[in-house]
């Protein structure tokens, strides 16, 4: 890791890296350049904490989860970061990474935050359809969730829906 830190090119791709020590994560930090560590499942708070100091882009795409420690910390991160797999985060992880100076996800930290927060209610009430909802309902729900709903239906049963009830 030590010496992968000193790669030079603009890009350091370790996508098949699916598991990160600290002192890894503390070498990687020194790259300076988008950093791929698509492949990681798990990153410690102590590798969150030296990956905050990595200057350049970071890609987490297979984290399912990130403690709120580790949330504080890559929330100082200076680059964007990518968190494809992230489906849920606690309000106090929520919290720090929508403080985050770059993007999440090509996203204002906020407005990622907000999509989190909408998918996770789309889980919760996957179960439920389009047709389940009154028109009144359907304008309540964020443009997220209206197209989840229209995503789960054929394009005809969705013109149908608005037919009856626009």
């Known amino acids: ?37 698509s ?15 990595h200057k350049g882009d970071l890609f987490l795409e297979s984290l399912a989860e990130l403690s709120t420690a580790a949330a504080e910390s890559l929330s100082r991160h200076e680059g964007d970061l ?5 489906t849920e985060l606690s309000d106090a992880a929520a919290e720090s990474l929508s403080k985050h100076k770059g993007k999440i996800n090509d996203q204002d930290p906020k407005k990622w935050i907000d999509s ?33 709903l229209e995503n789960e239906e054929t394009k005809e049963e969705v013109d149908r829906w608005h037919d009856i009830n626009y």
């Open 1 to 37: 890791a030590e010496s992968l830190s000193k790669h030079e090119g603009e890009h350091l791709w370790l996508t098949a890296l699916t598991k990160l020590s600290d002192a890894a994560a503390e070498s990687l930090s020194k790259h300076e350049g988008s950093l791929y560590l």
């Open 116 to 148: 989190l927060h909408a998918n996770k209610g789309m889980k919760e009430d996957s179960k439920k359809t389009l047709w389940d909802y009154t028109f009144e309902e359907y304008k309540k729900l964020t443009v997220e969730e209206r197209e989840h």
């Open 82 to 86: 990518v968190f494809d797999s992230l």
């Open 39 to 53: 492949g990681l499942i798990k990153l410690s708070d102590a590798a969150a904490e030296s990956l905050s100091r």
